[in-house]
Nanobody
C-alpha cells in the first residue's frame, strides 16, 4: 500500500491560494492514480482531484474545476494540489490517497488515510 502524509494547509481569506503537498512512501508509487479528497464537518469525504500515473491525465470535481490544479512528481513520490480562488466552502481536511475510478467519479483504492491537512477559508 501507499502511505501518504499531507502538508501545506492553513487559514486564508476568500480569494486566496494555498498549495498542498503529499509525500508518499511506496516503491510502486508511479503505478497508482493519486487523488485528493476532502472532508468538511457533517459531510462525507468527497473527491476533489485525481491524476493518472504515467500519462498525467487530470480529473476534477465540478466544484473545484478551473480553480484547483493537481500535479505529481513520480521521482520524488509527491502529489501537489494548487488551490486558487479559495472559497469558504473549500474549508475542510484534505487527504491524499491512491485512487481508482468508480462510475463517473473516483474513490480511494484502500481504506487507510493519512493524517490530512486542515484548510480554513474565511469570508
Amino acid at each position: 500500500q501507499v502511505q501518504a502524509v499531507e502538508s501545506g494547509g492553513g487559514s486564508v481569506q476568500a480569494g486566496g491560494s494555498l498549495r498542498l503537498s503529499c509525500t508518499a512512501s511506496a516503491r510502486t508509487f508511479s503505478a497508482y492514480v493519486m487523488g485528493w479528497f476532502r472532508q468538511t464537518p457533517g459531510k462525507e469525504r468527497e473527491f476533489v482531484a485525481a491524476i493518472t500515473a504515467i500519462t498525467l491525465n487530470t480529473y476534477y470535481s465540478d466544484s473545484v474545476r478551473g480553480r484547483f490544479t493537481i500535479s505529481r512528481d513520480n521521482a520524488q513520490k509527491t502529489v501537489t494540489l494548487q488551490m486558487n480562488s479559495l472559497q469558504p466552502e473549500d474549508t475542510g481536511v484534505y487527504y491524499c490517497a491512491p485512487t481508482v475510478a468508480y462510475g463517473n467519479t473516483w474513490r480511494p483504492a484502500f481504506s487507510s488515510w493519512g493524517p490530512g491537512t486542515q484548510v480554513t477559508v474565511s469570508s
